[in-house]
């Protein structure tokens, strides 16, 4: 997955193919990996070039600054699966997207920014296989650092999802805050963001992906995440979940709004049946526990809004994965329980949020002279603080594998 940048450079020293700014977030489960490259500006044609740049209209910077333009890619790693991933850092050589400690010029230790629990327990071990030292940032600060680059920076970014369809949200950066991230990782935490670097975890749950994955694998013999996932494709949680109408004799409980539909009792029906484990069809029970995971967070989130008076709530993380059944599921319980004025709001690049964070917080090393800068929205365009104007574009329409071209001119 790849999320076209570039940002301004103040020395020009680098080989044009080096690789910049290697950032994890290394989870309980997942392993997330950002990481810069740079396009090389000898392959484009130079009229295109020139007129990339004439059509950007930049003012109010220093033109004569080089411009470094490039790609973030993006990669995920299961955690049980660390050697994997410390091979693809090796054999992309991204050893080379750090940097060396400034208090100590003669040092060649190469320091790489990471967050997430697997910072600190797998330090030792990155140490020991690829000679690089992490750079631990805080977890919750690249989480919402992350989450405001996206909403901030990438058009079509937000989108809400219902009955099937999915409308992309318009965000107004004047009135973003406040806003409650919910991050759906291996546990939930819930996030009540006021401004950049100004937050507060209010809440969260240690049922989130973890519990499915983990559940999953015991009842149902998945390998991986993704096979549960698609599994519950082809399932039917009804017929594991007690419903209203089995209670009501097939009709609803309409005094207090309950359709015979809804969900009374998650995997109730197994306590009546007379079955066992493997009389239950894999891809119903991954249903059904898929179903149970998400109304759960959906309603949790939603309670945590309704107490701090927010409007807007924000899901994110690797459990999401853009499935429609786990998007409906947390839509439908949100608007559920907050009869329809609340509303789920999902991210495209949902599960990268952290480890954008850690790629942002390069920006205090400021290696070579390489600044990461907040970006704005292309249009309506704006200047930001330090006289710089920055302009962003979608490349196409729907999902987080598709790339979003930046350019940054100088500070």
Request: aromatic share 10%.
């Given at each position: 997955?790849?999320?076209?940048?570039?940002?301004?450079?103040?020395?020009?020293?680098?080989?044009?193919?080096?690789?910049?700014?290697?950032?994890?977030?290394?989870?309980?489960?997942?392993?997330?990996?950002?990481?810069?490259?740079?396009?090389?500006?000898?392959?484009?044609?130079?009229?295109?070039?020139?007129?990339?740049?004439?059509?950007?209209?930049?003012?109010?910077?220093?033109?004569?600054?080089?411009?470094?333009?490039?790609?973030?890619?993006?990669?995920k790693?299961?955690?049980?699966?660390?050697?994997?991933?410390?091979?693809?850092?090796?054999?992309?050589k991204?050893?080379?997207?750090?940097?060396?400690?400034?208090t100590?010029p003669?040092?060649?230790k190469?320091?790489?920014?990471?967050?997430?629990?697997?910072?600190?327990?797998?330090?030792?071990?990155?140490?020991?296989?690829?000679?690089?030292?992490?750079?631990?940032?805080?977890?919750?600060?690249?989480l919402v650092?992350?989450?405001?680059?996206?909403?901030?920076?990438?058009?079509?970014?937000?989108?809400?999802y219902?009955?099937?369809?999915?409308?992309?949200?318009?965000?107004?950066?004047?009135?973003?805050?406040?806003?409650l991230?919910?991050?759906?990782?291996?546990?939930?935490?819930?996030?009540?963001?006021?401004?950049?670097?100004?937050?507060?975890?209010?809440?969260?749950?240690?049922?989130?992906?973890?519990?499915?994955?983990?559940?999953?694998?015991?009842?149902?013999?998945?390998?991986?995440?993704?096979?549960?996932?698609?599994?519950?494709?082809?399932?039917?949680?009804?017929v594991?979940?007690?419903?209203?109408?089995?209670?009501?004799?097939?009709?609803?409980?309409?005094?207090?709004?309950?359709?015979?539909?809804?969900?009374?009792?998650?995997?109730?029906?197994?306590?009546?049946?007379?079955?066992?484990?493997?009389?239950?069809?894999?891809?119903?029970?991954?249903?059904?526990?898929?179903?149970?995971?998400?109304?759960?967070?959906?309603?949790?989130?939603?309670?945590?809004?309704?107490?701090?008076?927010l409007?807007?709530?924000?899901?994110?993380?690797?459990?999401?994965?853009?499935?429609?059944?786990?998007?409906?599921t947390?839509?439908?319980?949100?608007?559920?329980?907050?009869k329809?004025?609340?509303?789920?709001?999902?991210?495209?690049?949902?599960?990268?949020?952290?480890?954008?964070?850690?790629f942002?917080?390069?920006?205090?090393?400021?290696?070579?002279?390489?600044?990461v800068?907040?970006?704005?929205?292309?249009?309506?365009?704006?200047?930001?603080?330090?006289?710089?104007?920055?302009?962003?574009?979608l490349?196409?329409?729907?999902?987080?594998?598709?790339?979003?071209?930046?350019?940054?001119?100088?500070?």
């Amino acid at each position: 997955m790849d999320l076209l940048a570039a940002v301004s450079n103040q020395q020009n020293s680098q080989p044009q193919s080096q690789i910049s700014h290697l950032a994890l977030d290394i989870g309980g489960s997942l392993i997330k990996l950002v990481y810069f490259s740079r396009i090389n500006d000898s392959c484009r044609d130079n009229d295109e070039l020139r007129s990339h740049n004439e059509s950007l209209g930049v003012s109010n910077s220093d033109t004569s600054q080089p411009i470094l333009e490039g790609r973030l890619h993006f990669a995920k790693f299961e955690t049980s699966k660390i050697n994997d991933c410390l091979e693809f850092i090796r054999s992309k050589k991204l050893r080379l997207g750090g940097f060396h400690d400034c208090t100590s010029p003669s040092s060649d230790k190469i320091f790489i920014k990471a967050t997430g629990g697997g910072a600190y327990k797998f330090a030792d071990l990155f140490k020991e296989k690829l000679g690089i030292s992490l750079d631990k940032e805080d977890e919750m600060d690249c989480l919402v650092t992350g989450a405001n680059f996206l909403l901030k920076a990438v058009p079509q970014e937000a989108f809400t999802y219902l009955d099937g369809q999915k409308e992309f949200v318009q965000i107004d950066h004047n009135d973003l805050y406040p806003y409650l991230l919910v991050n759906i990782g291996s546990g939930v935490s819930m996030i009540k963001v006021d401004g950049d670097g100004k937050f507060e975890r209010v809440s969260g749950t240690n049922v989130g992906g973890g519990t499915f994955w983990g559940l999953g694998r015991l009842l149902t013999k998945c390998k991986n995440f993704d096979e549960l996932l698609e599994l519950s494709q082809l399932g039917n949680n009804r017929v594991v979940d007690m419903l209203v109408g089995d209670i009501y004799g097939g009709t609803d409980y309409a005094k207090i709004g309950l359709s015979a539909t809804t969900i009374a009792s998650s995997f109730g029906k197994a306590i009546s049946d007379n079955k066992e484990l493997e009389d239950y069809k894999p891809e119903d029970i991954s249903r059904s526990l898929l179903r149970m995971i998400s109304n759960n967070i959906g309603q949790i989130s939603y309670l945590n809004a309704l107490r701090f008076g927010l409007k807007r709530i924000f899901f994110a993380g690797f459990f999401i994965r853009g499935h429609a059944y786990t998007l409906d599921t947390i839509s439908v319980a949100v608007h559920f329980w907050s009869k329809g004025e609340a509303k789920a709001m999902f991210l495209r690049h949902e599960g990268f949020l952290g480890a954008l964070g850690a790629f942002m917080s390069y920006e205090k090393q400021s290696l070579h002279g390489l600044m990461v800068h907040k970006i704005l929205p292309r249009f309506p365009i704006s200047v930001s603080s330090a006289g710089d104007k920055i302009y962003c574009s979608l490349n196409s329409d729907s999902n987080e594998n598709e790339g979003i071209e930046c350019t940054v001119y100088g500070m």
